[in-house]
Structures are given as structure tokens and as C-alpha cells.
């Protein structure tokens, strides 16, 4: 995009700034509308939940526009602050939480290649910049000065702190399986059938992504865990003393902390972009070499994904709305005694089966099939980013360990 | 499969199993479960599995004709097949020695034409395991000597064994908690509460069964040593099982003293045959010596060697070590030298020396079964150990450690020579008289069985004296049944009384039917209930077999008639006190009403063994020829118990003797007493005895037509000589027990008096010393070490400054120095070349 | 005027936010706001390593260092910010005498850091993309894949991977997990009044 | 010399890690909280890691000479054991804290010479 921009604006270096403002521009909006669209969805999801109809008048029908009255309501409130606060954490705290949730759809694909920045470290990066939300929360609950603020914000380290071990070990199973830890290499693996998904690929990884999940709502701090912001103990947990527009950003970041796991999610287990169905291949929008067709055909790849995520935003709530609140020590041993030791054992039984049965579950599965061949996807993928660097980076970036292994093995055979 | 390969593996590993088991609770038995709960499973089933082994090599000797124990260049010979026409006699030298080139069947015309129609007597199986090592001649090995009564016993030991443990396992139930000993009291007047040991039990019954075996299966005397006193140290364990009462340790002691004194004869006779013949196995030993096969004989084929024709010869070394002050003469013992001197049997010759020689072996040997077997004179300590708990009693003192004097005798049987033979006899005749009287007025329930015990032990040495190897042999095997039933039950009644006197007891049959019925089938068994001429219970067939065996010895020394007149004496006793003790138990009306109130049958684990036994102590001296009638034999061929002795028997044993000491002495053959004329008066005889026994015991304890108490008043010197046991243990206490304890003070006191005063007057001396010592020490050594400890602190006191504890301040050291360390390396690497 | 070398501009970017911060860590006196300068100092250095080509070094120093190493520093912080622990006064004489030997220090390291020509201008090799993840892994699993045509056999003896040091940095991790876990176990309440601190 | 367009070599980072490493010195040198010493040692170990993924890097030396993949093994060495050390630290902080109801290391020295 950046060359593209070179084109017509003279400053050449005004052309990268430019496209990293679209780029971040485009991001925030999934963070922001996302936050609007989500804060009404859980008004109308608890409500049907609760036998009731949520906001209806608003902006006409089902009270779309509600969020957007509510925000306008806390902008214009007053911005208050504690007379014992520690007055640059208090400010900083919201905005710290907010860009480590925002940090984090840096490397988020939406869709094939449809990414703010590539990486090779693509779900490493992600799991740690959203860790470092909690952060803002711990910072929040400190410089608040108040009793409630600060046991929040205790629970809140304790609970991430620890909830981050499994959910790590969760992430790192289909990385296992597909050898890579790029997002975009893992999501053009599951190409294909819904089969294909990595849920579906062996047992283990089914147990794990229910696992993951169960630690992703955990680690975003969503109920039946919000323990930092539980209102039957702690008033309102870290965020008692906020309000305003700080109170706001705060839930922003929460809602895109939410969508932003939930999109993870989507591309280790759900496929990503990819639908159940190879639709885009049998409409020939998989072409990459026309730039219309794979545009389109990348469009629907993102509304697939944007599908999916909304999907498990919506699971969140109703298992919101559904599960009364753990207590602090069983939240603890969920963690600790349920899910690290089945999140262990699923990692040591992908392990194993990826060992024995590198296919999957449904064999034959051409796709990794390949790849664990080390051989270049040259059939149903053409090279996954013709723009990037060189055809050798792609190679060697899609070969993954397999290819590496067999190397190694190759030069201990030349030595001996 | 070969017979020789297999029976070997298998017999070592139902021999290695009750080690396996005790090794296991030695190390794990407190954590078997709780309180050692698992203990006895573990050892049950260790000898259940040993015994399922057992029986499955019984099955290679099962079948007559299974060439079980033939070498293969058997069938060469087949010649000696048992339906061979021609009973030339030289069925042993063929069927044993399957060496053609040295077979010899011109020899040994003289033959036996009662043997013919008996199954072969076949070779045994010898050799060894593993040689633990060689010493010159020497070698101690770990070796087996099979042949079927060596399989038969290990079948009778396991099987009975495995009946045992699994009664053990309910009768020791209390151990496994807490238990309080009533019977002991401390010093302050409590009971003994101690924690209960019922994983010890096991460990205990499963050394002992794993020594047992090894006894049976031992094939040179060495192995029979050790596996001997392993026997008698594990009955000193159980007999002193309770060994907080005064009483089970006093018998413990007195079984183990006693025993001691059988097995310093038994060294003597061991030696000498080893000092004499160079060898400590049984058979002959096959083995490469230089990549040559060198076959060894062994003690029995030295001793009744083939050339002899398996006559009992006193064998070249023996003459040797006789004739040594000949050799040392100068005279060169050559091979017609040797049967020269053999042949002067004249007193002061050197032939009688030899002989001798034998006799003290065999005397020795017989000296070390007297002490394991109680036989008299050391029958004393049997009843004593009655002090074990009843499941020792049945195993270790009724059918398998007693039966093993009983065994070694029957093992060593070719050595002996007729004068020990009737040593042997007169023996077992005075002790099975002594014993079955002393029965009579037992009122404990376990000491008459104890005296019983004795009394059967001394039938068998009877009839082993009187050359009955397979009657004795088969009273070993099915007394050994009937009297571990007869313990059983007594423990079970004991189980559920609490009490062993008998006289406290009575109509328990109602409360306890499983154990009274059981008890009365072992009583019948004991007794020799059975029609004549037809059918009847195991103790039937080995004790008909006995006394016409003793019938037979009769007829050819008549000077000796008082054996048979005696046993037949002691089968009346024997039915008599026997059902005095069930009439007593279990009939009639309850005695002491609390104790019959509280009476309850044992169970389940306690009885169906009981039920198990009982069958076999009814049924196991039966073979098909006692079913002729119904065509058994026809059908799997003549076998049993007797058949499969008869398999067993010494070579050359069958031949009729004489003595050579006691001219007048002679021994039929064995075979001979199944001639009508002994057989049919012994099968009368038995039957009127029994007969009679069981009436008057039934007159007097049962219907009560004569009154006890009448007959003891009348009989009064007889009844206290009774009572007392003959005074034996006074006698021994008197001639022995007292002057050793005199004699141990008067060493004390020697000891008290001169040689402690000299090592005080010792040590006196050497403390002197060492004060000196302690001075120079102290002044000069110390002053040394104190002033290099004390420059050292100072040193220290000086340095301590440094450390002030801070952590900052370290940091700020290390800081520095780091700083001034790169400061003074780069001066030196700048100003240097 | 030259072109803005990016990557020069972003190192300095990060450079300098890295350093402030440190020293912003040394100023203040506030343990709280000691402990956010920190967190801002490593997440600064993490972009460092991204600069530096070092991907996953990066996302760890992010994911461990401050997602976890540090989240358990303030965890720490919290539990202990009772009100004369948040600031707690260092005397001049002491921060002096620190600042003169840093100083010294600071001297010594930057003349070593500056002295070497090669060390001052780079030679970046032709650009090579490397995922870095997997050697890394490969590396600690004791198969150096980046060496594989190291021609010096005495060289290639030594690139035997990391395959120790990672064992024992596992077990290493276990004994800490499990003795920290120990240490800081709730105590019994001592018999006989609280423990003399004087 | 423009910062800003000329590349930037090894001494550059170096100069980073350096400070950095000072920084961390100082602070543990001055700092009387236990848990101000404690992140002393974290920003101490952080220059070290500089100079490591610095040496390390195929951006800034020749990958001949450069010691390639072992300086950012080594730098995730420091990382892991770093998160090892501060738990350990951590728990003789609170140990220490509990049993003296302090956490000034100064007040730390019963083991004064």
C-alpha cells in the first residue's frame, strides 16, 4: 500500500505515514464500532437471557443507537479523580489498557494477507500484548486509592498471572500442528473443508480449544471470572473510582480485548477466513493472481472471520449471563488443578497423534500432508504472499520444522 | 518333553516360590496392606502356585509307565519293561543303569519273582543346579535328587501347606490388630498388649515351607544339612511364636536343644560317609570335566554299587579308612587288597572295622531323624511345642518337619545295614508304645494329637526297621494327611472354645457339625477304619501294610515277635485315645456351659480346607487295584500312592539281608509280606484292634458302661506314671538339666572372681597411664591448638569490619572493584610491551 | 537532505524511551511509579530486539518479562505498599556516592562500547528473512540448523546446540516454582507474641 | 553525524545496554526497598540483553562474524531464568517482609560482621 501511495505523494516518506495511519485508522474502528456494536448486542443478549426485550427505543428499531446515547451521556460527564490518587497512573491507566488491547490486532489477519503487520511470532505476540493489559488495571487499582480499587486490581494480577500458563499451552497446539507461529501460514492451512479446521484435526485439539477458551474468557477478565470488577464485593473492582470518559475507554478496551481472543480463537481452531465450505474456490475468487477476484474473494474471507468472532463474542455473553461468578480460590483452581494439567495432557496427546497420525483426524488431508513432506505448496496454495519478501522467505517460512528436521537428519547421515 | 529336563525347572520353581514370598515379607510384609493383611495372601499364594507345580509334576510319575525317570538309551533296554516274561531279576540293573557297555545281565541271577509284576524300579533324576564351589575334591553344590517320592512329597508338603495358609488366614485374623496376650502378665500385673504379627506368621510359614522343600529335594547330603537346621530354626520361630509366654519360649529352646543333640549324631554320621566315600551326593553326576563326560557315583550307587548287584557292600573307601593303619604300614591298597581286607569280617580285622564304620554312619544319620522325628529317647520336645499356634501344629509338627526324620531315613534307607535297621525298629517300637500311652490320659486336645504324632512317627520307623520302606513310606503320606486334618480341627475347636482342655469340652458336634464330622473322618482315618479284604480309610492301607510287614519280620527273626505284638498293642491304644478325644470333644453333654454357649463354628476359610483334607485323608491311600472290581485298572493302569512308592524303592533294597554283626538276623524282602499268609493275619489283626479300641473308648466315654474315674482309681500307679510322661523330663531335668546349670555358676564364678579381678587390676593400670597422658595433652598439645585458634581469630576480629550486612554496600564493592579491576588492566596492557 | 533511515529512527525512538525511562526508574522514589517506568523501560527494549531482527526474543521479552516477571514484581509492590514503603528516602551522602560510582562505571562502559571501530558502523550481511522461532527451537533442541555449512570442523564441533542448558533451565524453573512456593507459604502464628524485630 | 540517516552499528545498542546496565546499578546501589533492588537487577539484566540480541543480530554485523543465533539463545536464557530469579526474590521478599514487617534492606543485616 505504502508503494502505492509513493506513487502520488511527494514526500516519499509521507507515504509510509500516511498507510500507518489508514492501517491503525482501520484498526481502531474495529475496536471502536466493535465496542459500540457489542455494548447493545449484551443488552439484547441479557435481556432475551432474562426475559426481557433490552433497549427498543433508540434510534427506532431494537434500539440500535443505544450505545452511542450512552456514550454521548459519559462524555459530557464530569472527570473526576480521587483527592489521595496518584494522579499520572490514574490518567495513564485506561490508556494503557486500551493499547495493549489495540496492540494486539497489529498481527491479527482478517483476512488472507489481510494484516496490519506479519509476523513470524504472529500468536506469541499477541497472547503477550494482551497480557499486558492487565496492567492498566493493576496501575487503575493502585492509583485510585481506594480499598475496592485495590483488591481488584489483586485479583486481576493473581488471575492473568496464572491464566496465561494454560492458555499459552492451549495457543501452542495448533501452532504444534501447523508448524509455524504465523497467523496468516496458520490460517491458509485450514484451507478447504471445514474439516480442515483444527479443531477437527485429532481429539486433543477439540479438549484444548475448550480449554483455551475457558482461559481467554478468563484472561479478558469477562464473567463468570470478572472477580477485579465483581459488584457484589467490590463496588465496581479497579474501576470504582472512575467515570467519564476514562470509564469508557476502559470497557472499550475490554470488548476489544474480547473480540481480539475470540479472533485468535477463530484462526488456531475455526479456520480463520476460511469458510466450512470452499465457496471462494468454487466462485473463483481464490485466483490470486487477479487482484479483483482474490480481492473479493478476501472480502468474503473477512466477513467469514468477522462472523466467527462475533459468534464467540456472543458465546462470552451467554455464558455471562448464564454461570453465577467463581470465587477467588475457585477461580484459582480452575486454573491451576482443571485446566493447566488438561491443557499439559492435550499438548503431550497432539503431540503424540501429530507424531503417529500427522493427517488428522480425516484422512487423506492434503493440505499439511504437504508441509510435513517439506515440499512447497505449489497445489492448492499458490505462495502464500507473492508480494512479500522473496520465494525463498515464503519457502522456508511454510516449511516449518519438518523441513528443518529432515535437514538435520540429512547432515547427520552426510557426517557419519 | 523329557522328563529329566522338566522336573527339574519345575520342582526348583515351586521350591523357590515360598522363598520368593518370605523374601517379600521380610522386606514388605508391615506394608502389606493393613496391618500386613496382604502378607498372608501373598504366601498363600506363593504355595498354592508351588503346589499347582507340584501336582503337575506329579502328573510325569502319575502314569506307571511314563518312562518318567528312564534315560533316554532306555529303550535299548527295554527288556525290563514290567511285563517282560522272563524275571531274571536283572530288571534293576537294566531299568537304573541304562549304560550299555557296562550293563551286565548275566549277573544277578538271582531274582525275586514277586517284584516282576510291580511297576519298575526306575532311575532317579540327579544333578545340580549351580555349584556354589570346588575345593579339591569337594565340590558343594546346590543339587536335586528326583525320583517319585520326591515329587510325591513335594505334592503332600505343598498341597497340605496350601490348606494351611489358607486356615492360617482366618485362625491368625487377631493378629492383625492389637492383640492382648492373657496368658502373659507383667510386672504390673497387666496383660501383655503388644501389636499384632500376622504378616510374621506367614514369613515364618513360608521359610519354613520353602526349607521343607528344600529338604525333599536336596540331592547330596550338604543341602540336607542346611535345609535341616533351616527347618529347625523356623520351628524354633513358630513354636515361639508367642514369645512373650514363658512357656512357647521354654519350648521353643527345648525343641531347638533338643534337636541339637539329634544333629550332633547326624554331623558324625555324615562325615563319616563323607570322611569315607568323598562324596556328598546322593546319585550319580554327570558332568564335563575337560570336555570329557565324567560320571560320578554318588553315596548310594558307592554303596550298592552295580557290580555288587546292588547289594549293600561296604564300599572301597570305607575299607580304606579302615584299613589305615595298614596303608600306613606300607601296604598298598590295591584292588585285591581291598576285597582281602573287606573279606575279614573277624573281630579286631580290618573288614570289621569297615563295617562299623557303616553302622556309625548310619547310626549318626538315623541319630540327627531321632531328634527332628521325636522318636525315644528326644521325643520330648514334640508335645511341648504344642505351644505354636495351631496352624504350626498342623503343619510343622504333624505332617511335614516331624515326617522329615521320617523321609531322611526312607532317603538313606540303601546305607543302612541291618543292624541299624533294627535299631531303627526297636526304637520306633518304644516310642510308639511310650507316645500312644502318654495319649491316653492327655486331657489337652493338642497334646494327645502331639503324642499321636509320635506314636504314628514311631509306626513308621517300625516299619522302616523292619524293612517296610514303602509301608512306612505310605504311612508318612497319609498320616500326614489325616493328622493335619486332625490338627485343624482341634484348632478350630480351640478357635471357637478358647480353651484347650478337653475336659471343659462336649457335645460340641451340634454348635460345630462342619468340624466334628471332619475331625471324625480323621479319626477313622488314624484309626485304620475299614472292611477287610475290601475297602477302608487311608490309614487302613499303610497300617495293615505296616504290621504285615512286622508280621513278616516275625515270622523270619520269631526272637523279635514283640514288634508286632507291640504295634498291634499300640493300634488298640491309638483307636482308643483317638475317639476318647472326639467323644470327649464333641459328643455326649457340654461340660462347661459358658464356654459351649460361646462355641460357634469357624469359618469359612477355616472349614472348607478341613473339607478339602478330609476327602484326601479318606481317599488318598486308595489306588485302582483296590477298584479291581470295577475295572479301574484296566482303565489308567495300576496306580497310587503305593504304586508310585513302589517306583521309588532303593534299588537292591528288595533283596532279603542278613546281619553280619548279628548273625541271626534276617530281613525279608519287602514283597514277601504281601504273601497271603502275613497279609490276611495283618488285615485281621488290624481290623480286631481297631475294633476294639473303638469299643472301649465308646464304652467308656460314650455310653459310659465303665467310669474313667473307676479305672484310673484302680489303675493308680500306672495312671500318675502316665501322667507324667513317663517322668521323662523329670530324668532329663535331673541328669541333665541340673548338673549343666551347676557347672555354668561354678564357671561364673570363676569367671566373676579370677579373670574380672585381673582385668581390673588391667585397667587400673591403664587409667594411670592415661592420666599421665591426659596431662601432656592438656598443657602442651591443647596450648599448641589454642594458639593457632586464636591468631586465627584475631585475624577474623580484624577482617569482620568488612562486612557490614548492607546489601547497597556490597553492590557499591562490587561496583568498584569491577571499575578499578578495568582501570588497572588497561594501565598494565597500556604501559606493558 | 539524506532519507530518514527508518530503522535508525525507530532505534533512536526506542533508544530513547529505553534509557529515559531507566533512568526515570534510578530518579524516582516512588515504588509504584518505579515499577511502571520499568515496565515501560523492557517494553521499550523488546522493540529493540525487534529492531535487531530478534522476533521471538522480542514477543518473549513482552510475554515473560513484562506480562509475567513483572506483573509479579507489582504483585510484590502491592503486597508490601504499606504508606512509608512507597517512598523511601535514600540518603544524599548514599545517592552521591551512587551516582559517582554509576558514573565511573558509565564512563568505563561506554568507552569500551565506543572504542571498537568495527563494533560502530554496520555491515548488515545481504538481507536473509529468518524465522527466527524455529531455529531458535531447533537450537534448544540441540540442532544448530543456522550452522549447518560451517566448514571449520573444530567450529562445527562447538555448535552442538543448547540442548543442556535448556534441560537444566527446566528443572531449574520446577526447583523454583516449587521452592518459591515454599518460602513465601503462610506462616503458623509463632507461640508467645509476635517476633522481635528490634 | 545525523543520527537519523546514518545506520546504526553494535556501539549503538552497545551505548543503550550500557546506560541501561547503569541504570540498573545504581538503582541497586541507592534504592532502600527490597523490590527497588529487585528491579535494579531486572534493568541490569535487560542491558546485558541488549548487548547480546545486539551481537546477535544479522542487521548489524556480518553474520560471519557475528555470533548469530547464540546471542539471542543466550538473551532467552537471561530472559527465562530472570523470571526464575524474580520469583525467588520475590518470596524472600514477602518471607522477609513478614518476619520483620519491613522491607528496607538496610534494616537486613543480622549477618554484620
Known amino acids: 500500500m505504502a508503494e502505492f501511495l509513493q506513487a502520488y505523494l511527494a514526500p516519499w516518506w509521507l507515504a509510509y505515514v500516511v498507510a500507518a495511519l489508514v492501517h491503525a485508522v482501520l484498526l481502531i474502528n474495529v475496536v471502536a464500532v466493535g465496542a459500540l456494536i457489542f455494548i447493545w448486542l449484551e443488552r439484547k443478549v441479557s435481556g432475551r437471557i432474562q426475559d426481557r426485550l433490552g433497549p427498543t427505543r433508540v434510534g427506532g428499531k431494537f434500539g440500535w443507537l443505544q450505545t452511542l446515547a450512552d456514550g454521548l451521556k459519559l462524555i459530557t460527564k464530569e472527570d473526576l479523580m480521587p483527592e489521595g490518587a496518584d494522579g499520572m497512573l490514574f490518567r495513564m491507566a485506561p490508556y494503557i489498557s486500551f493499547c495493549a488491547s489495540f496492540a494486539g490486532y497489529l498481527a491479527l489477519p482478517f483476512a488472507d494477507n489481510w494484516v496490519g503487520a506479519r509476523l513470524n511470532t504472529a500468536v506469541f505476540f499477541i497472547l503477550a500484548v494482551l497480557g499486558l493489559e492487565v496492567f492498566g488495571v493493576i496501575l487503575a487499582g493502585y492509583a485510585s486509592a481506594s480499598k475496592w480499587s485495590l483488591f481488584g486490581a489483586m485479583r486481576e494480577a493473581a488471575q492473568v498471572v496464572s491464566y496465561e500458563v494454560p492458555l499459552g499451552m492451549c495457543a501452542v497446539v495448533p501452532v504444534l500442528i501447523a508448524g509455524s507461529m504465523d497467523l496468516v501460514t496458520i490460517g491458509q492451512m485450514q484451507h478447504g473443508w471445514f474439516t480442515n479446521w483444527f479443531v477437527f484435526h485429532d481429539p486433543f485439539t477439540f479438549i484444548t480449544f475448550w480449554v483455551y477458551f475457558t482461559c481467554a474468557t478468563a484472561s479478558v477478565n469477562r464473567a463468570p471470572f470478572d472477580l477485579a470488577e465483581a459488584e457484589s464485593e467490590l463496588v465496581a473492582g479497579f474501576h470504582t473510582e472512575y467515570s467519564g470518559l476514562r470509564w469508557s475507554i476502559f470497557f472499550m478496551a475490554e470488548y476489544g480485548s474480547m473480540f481480539a481472543v475470540s479472533g485468535l480463537a477463530a484462526i488456531l481452531f475455526f479456520g480463520g477466513w476460511n469458510g466450512p465450505l470452499p465457496i471462494t474456490e468454487w466462485l473463483g475468487l481464490a485466483d490470486t493472481t487477479n487482484p479483483v477476484l482474490s480481492y473479493l474473494g478476501n472480502f468474503i474471507g473477512m466477513l467469514n472471520f468477522m462472523f466467527k468472532c462475533v459468534f464467540g463474542v456472543t458465546f462470552m455473553m451467554w455464558v455471562r449471563w448464564t454461570l453465577p461468578r467463581l470465587r477467588i480460590d475457585q477461580v484459582m483452581t480452575t486454573c491451576l488443578k482443571y485446566c493447566t494439567p488438561i491443557a499439559a495432557a492435550s499438548f503431550l496427546g497432539a503431540t503424540l497423534w501429530t507424531y503417529f497420525l500427522p493427517g488428522g483426524l480425516i484422512l487423506p488431508n492434503n493440505a499439511y500432508g504437504l508441509v510435513r513432506e517439506g515440499q512447497l505448496i505449489d497445489g492448492p496454495y499458490p505462495p502464500a504472499d507473492a508480494e512479500g519478501p522473496s520465494k525463498e522467505t515464503a519457502n522456508e517460512k511454510t516449511a516449518g520444522t519438518g523441513d528443518l528436521i529432515s535437514q538435520v537428519a540429512g547432515e547427520h547421515r552426510g557426517r557419519d | 518333553m523329557d522328563a529329566a529336563v522338566v522336573l527339574p525347572k519345575l520342582l526348583a520353581l515351586a521350591w523357590l516360590l515360598p522363598l520368593a514370598s518370605f523374601t517379600l515379607i521380610v522386606f514388605f510384609g508391615p506394608r502389606m496392606g493393613h496391618a500386613g493383611v496382604r502378607a498372608g495372601q501373598v504366601a498363600t499364594g506363593a504355595i498354592l502356585i508351588g503346589c499347582l507345580i507340584s501336582l503337575y509334576a506329579l502328573f510325569f510319575v502319575w502314569l506307571p509307565y511314563s518312562h518318567a525317570f528312564e534315560t533316554p538309551a532306555e529303550e535299548a533296554h527295554a527288556a525290563a519293561a514290567p511285563d517282560h516274561p522272563a524275571a531274571t531279576g536283572d530288571e534293576h540293573a537294566d531299568a537304573s543303569h541304562g549304560d550299555a557297555d557296562h550293563a551286565d545281565a548275566a549277573h544277578g541271577a538271582e531274582g525275586h519273582a514277586a517284584a516282576s509284576h510291580h511297576a519298575p524300579i526306575i532311575k532317579p533324576i540327579a544333578g545340580d543346579w549351580y555349584a556354589l564351589g570346588e575345593f579339591g575334591s569337594l565340590r558343594i553344590t546346590i543339587g536335586y535328587y528326583i525320583d517319585s517320592l520326591t515329587v510325591l512329597m513335594f505334592s503332600m508338603v505343598t498341597f497340605i501347606a496350601t490348606c494351611i495358609h489358607f486356615y492360617a488366614n482366618g485362625y491368625m485374623h487377631d493378629e492383625l490388630h492389637d492383640v492382648v496376650d492373657h496368658e502373659v502378665k507383667l510386672a504390673n500385673g497387666h496383660h501383655l498388649h503388644r501389636p499384632g504379627r500376622f504378616h510374621r506368621f506367614f514369613q515364618y510359614l513360608s521359610l519354613f515351607c520353602f526349607s521343607m522343600l528344600g529338604i525333599v529335594i536336596a540331592g547330596n547330603i550338604a543341602m540336607i544339612f542346611v535345609f535341616w537346621e533351616l527347618v529347625g530354626i523356623c520351628s524354633y520361630f513358630l513354636i515361639g511364636f508367642y514369645i512373650e509366654r514363658k512357656s512357647a519360649s521354654n519350648a521353643a529352646n527345648k525343641a531347638f536343644i533338643v534337636n541339637r543333640i539329634g544333629d550332633f549324631g547326624m554331623i558324625i554320621g555324615l562325615m563319616a560317609l563323607f570322611g569315607s566315600l568323598g562324596t556328598f551326593a546322593f546319585g550319580d553326576l554327570t558332568r564335563e570335566v575337560d570336555g570329557k563326560e565324567v560320571t560320578e557315583p554318588g553315596l548310594f550307587s558307592l554303596v550298592r554299587s552295580e557290580a555288587n548287584h546292588h547289594h549293600l557292600v561296604v564300599p572301597d573307601g570305607m575299607v580304606k579308612a579302615a584299613a589305615a593303619d595298614e596303608i600306613a604300614a606300607g601296604a598298598e591298597p590295591t584292588a585285591e587288597k581291598i576285597a582281602e581286607w573287606r573279606g575279614e569280617t573277624e573281630p579286631k580285622q580290618v573288614g570289621r572295622y569297615a563295617y562299623w564304620l557303616l553302622v556309625v554312619a548310619g547310626l549318626g544319620i538315623f541319630c540327627g531323624c531321632v531328634g527332628k522325628s521325636a522318636q525315644f529317647p528326644l521325643h520330648v520336645w514334640l508335645p511341648d511345642a504344642m505351644e505354636g499356634p495351631t496352624p504350626v501344629s498342623a503343619l510343622v509338627h504333624s505332617a511335614t518337619m516331624v515326617a522329615a526324620g521320617v523321609y531322611l531315613v526312607g532317603r538313606f534307607f540303601p546305607v543302612f545295614v541291618p543292624e541299624v535297621l533294627l535299631v531303627i525298629a526297636i526304637t520306633g517300637c518304644i516310642t510308639l508304645f511310650l507316645a500312644a500311652t502318654i495319649a491316653i490320659t492327655a486331657t489337652d486336645i493338642k497334646r494327645v494329637l502331639a503324642y499321636s504324632t509320635v506314636s504314628q512317627l514311631g509306626y513308621m520307623m517300625l516299619a522302616l526297621g523292619v524293612g517296610g520302606w514303602v509301608a512306612g513310606m505310605f504311612h508318612l503320606i497319609t498320616h500326614a494327611f489325616f493328622k493335619s486334618l486332625l490338627f485343624m480341627c482341634s484348632g478350630s475347636v480351640i478357635h471357637a472354645c478358647h480353651t484347650n482342655d478337653m475336659m471343659k469340652m462336649g457335645g460340641l458336634r451340634k454348635k460345630m457339625p462342619w468340624t466334628a464330622y471332619t475331625m471324625l473322618a480323621g479319626c477313622l482315618a488314624i484309626m485304620g477304619a475299614g472292611v477287610p479284604f475290601s475297602i477302608g480309610l487311608s490309614g487302613h492301607y499303610s497300617k495293615d501294610a505296616i504290621l504285615a510287614q512286622a508280621y513278616s519280620f516275625k515270622d523270619s527273626n520269631p526272637s523279635f515277635g514283640f514288634l508286632f505284638y507291640v504295634a498291634a498293642l499300640g493300634a488298640v491304644i491309638t483307636a482308643f485315645y483317638m475317639f476318647r478325644l472326639w467323644f470327649l470333644t464333641f459328643a455326649g453333654e457340654p461340660r462347661d456351659h459358658h464356654i459351649y454357649d460361646h462355641a460357634h463354628e469357624s469359618p469359612k476359610i477355616m472349614y472348607y480346607p478341613l473339607v478339602v483334607l478330609a476327602v484326601f485323608a479318606v481317599g488318598v491311600g486308595w489306588s485302582t487295584t483296590d477298584f479291581s472290581w470295577f475295572g479301574l485298572h484296566h482303565l489308567f493302569g495300576e496306580f497310587g500312592v503305593r504304586e508310585l512308592l513302589d517306583q521309588a524303592q532303593p534299588v537292591g533294597t528288595l533283596e532279603p539281608t542278613h546281619g553280619v554283626l548279628l548273625e541271626n538276623l534276617k530281613y525279608p524282602s519287602e514283597h514277601d509280606s504281601h504273601l497271603d499268609k502275613y497279609h490276611i493275619t495283618a488285615e485281621l489283626v488290624a481290623f480286631g484292634t481297631a475294633i476294639s479300641g473303638f469299643l472301649l473308648a465308646l464304652a467308656m466315654y460314650d455310653y459310659r458302661i465303665l467310669s474313667a474315674a473307676e479305672v484310673r482309681a484302680h489303675f493308680g500307679p500306672i495312671y500318675q506314671l502316665l501322667i507324667h510322661k513317663w517322668y521323662f523330663d523329670e530324668i532329663y531335668n535331673a541328669l541333665f538339666v541340673q548338673p549343666t546349670l551347676f557347672l555354668g555358676r561354678r564357671v561364673a564364678q570363676f569367671d566373676k572372681q579370677v579373670i574380672d579381678g585381673l582385668i581390673d587390676r588391667l585397667a587400673w593400670m591403664t587409667r594411670g597411664v592415661a592420666h599421665l597422658d591426659d596431662l601432656i595433652d592438656r598443657y602442651f598439645i591443647d596450648g599448641l591448638v589454642n594458639l593457632t585458634a586464636s591468631c586465627t581469630y584475631g585475624v577474623g576480629i580484624w577482617f569482620r569490619g568488612a562486612e557490614t550486612g548492607k546489601l547497597r554496600q556490597y553492590v557499591m564493592f562490587i561496583v568498584v572493584a569491577t571499575v578499578s579491576l578495568f582501570f588497572l588492566v588497561s594501565l598494565i596492557l597500556a604501559g606493558g610491551p | ?198 | 553525524m545525523n543520527l537519523l540517516t546514518q545506520p546504526v552499528g553494535v556501539s549503538h545498542y552497545l551505548i543503550v545496554g550500557a546506560i541501561m546496565f547503569v541504570a540498573g546499578v545504581v538503582c541497586m546501589a541507592t534504592k532502600r526497598n527490597a523490590l527497588g533492588v529487585l528491579m535494579g537487577i531486572e534493568l541490569v539484566l535487560n542491558g546485558a540483553n541488549v548487548n547480546f540480541v545486539a551481537f546477535g543480530s544479522v542487521y548489524l554485523r556480518p553474520e560471519v562474524t557475528g555470533i548469530g543465533l547464540d546471542g539471542q539463545l543466550v538473551a532467552l536464557f537471561v530472559i527465562v531464568l530472570a523470571a526464575a530469579e524474580a520469583a525467588v526474590a520475590l518470596a524472600i521478599t514477602l518471607n522477609f517482609y513478614n518476619n520483620h514487617s519491613t522491607v528496607d534492606v538496610d534494616q537486613a543485616d543480622e549477618l554484620k560482621g
Open chain 3, 1 to 198: 537532505m539524506d532519507a530518514i533511515n527508518w530503522h535508525s529512527f525507530f532505534f533512536l525512538f526506542f533508544a530513547l524511551l529505553a534509557c529515559g525511562f531507566s533512568l526515570a526508574v534510578v530518579m524516582t522514589s516512588n515504588i509504584v511509579h518505579m515499577a511502571f517506568y520499568l515496565t515501560l523501560a523492557l517494553g521499550a527494549t523488546s522493540g529493540l530486539f525487534f529492531l535487531a531482527g530478534a522476533d521471538f526474543v522480542g514477543a518473549m521479552q513482552l510475554l515473560i518479562y513484562v506480562g509475567g516477571t513483572l506483573v509479579l514484581l507489582i504483585f510484590g509492590v502491592m503486597l508490601t505498599a504499606k504508606g512509608p514503603f512507597i517512598s523511601m528516602k535514600t540518603s544524599a551522602g548514599d545517592l552521591v556516592l551512587g551516582a559517582g560510582v554509576g558514573g565511573a562505571l558509565l564512563v568505563l562502559l561506554l568507552a569500551a562500547a565506543t572504542q571498537v571501530d568495527a563494533w560502530r558502523v554496520s555491515e548488515p550481511s545481504p538481507p536473509v528473512a529468518q524465522v527466527t522461532a524455529s531455529r531458535l527451537g531447533m537450537a534448544l533442541l540441540g540442532a544448530r540448523v543456522d550452522k549447518l555449512d560451517e566448514k571449520d570442523p573444530v567450529q562445527a564441533r562447538g555448535m552442538s546446540g543448547y540442548l543442556l542448558p535448556f534441560e537444566i533451565v527446566s528443572v531449574h524453573l520446577l526447583v523454583v516454582l516449587i521452592g518459591s512456593a515454599y518460602l513465601a507459604r503462610p506462616k503458623k502464628r509463632m507461640v508467645g507474641g509476635p517476633v522481635d524485630t528490634a
